[in-house]
Nanobody, 119 residues
Framework: QVQLVESGGGLVQPGGSLRLSCAAS????????MMWYRQAPGKERELVAG????????NYADSVKGRFTISRDNAKNTVYLQMNSLKPEDTAVYYC????????????WGQGTQVTVSS
């Protein structure tokens, strides 16, 4: 079955950096686009960044452009989110996401990793 396991969250001061990782299994990782979402308390879950299967194209929410970088290592079945110049408003639970076709499209989520930006 599809599994997504995020790691790398934590507490960081404003202006600091973190790198999130998402280890994937149960599907052909190298054939699927991957996404990072986040959800802050009291807010809806929002798309942060996405990357196509080859890694050749990425997209970002306007709020993180120039600060966050999504990447992937298809040999390790892992997608990353490098977060620099973090702001308090980046505080949220960050989720890895994939859509897989198996007699229909299904969305899968990891358990999430907490990122807290505070002094």
């Amino acid at each position: 079955q599809v599994q997504l396991v995020e790691s790398g969250g934590g507490l960081v001061q404003p202006g600091g950096s973190l790198r999130l990782s998402c280890a994937a299994s149960g599907f052909t990782f190298s054939s699927h686009a991957m996404m990072w979402y986040r959800q802050a308390p009291g807010k809806e879950r929002e798309l942060v960044a996405g990357i196509i299967s080859s890694g050749g194209s990425t997209n970002y929410a306007d709020s993180v452009k120039g600060r966050f970088t999504i990447s992937r290592d298809n040999a390790k079945n892992t997608v990353y989110l490098q977060m620099n110049s973090l702001k308090p408003e980046d505080t949220a639970v960050y989720y890895c996401n994939v859509e897989v076709y198996n007699k229909g499209w299904f969305r899968y989520w990891g358990q999430g990793t907490q990122v807290t930006v505070s002094s």
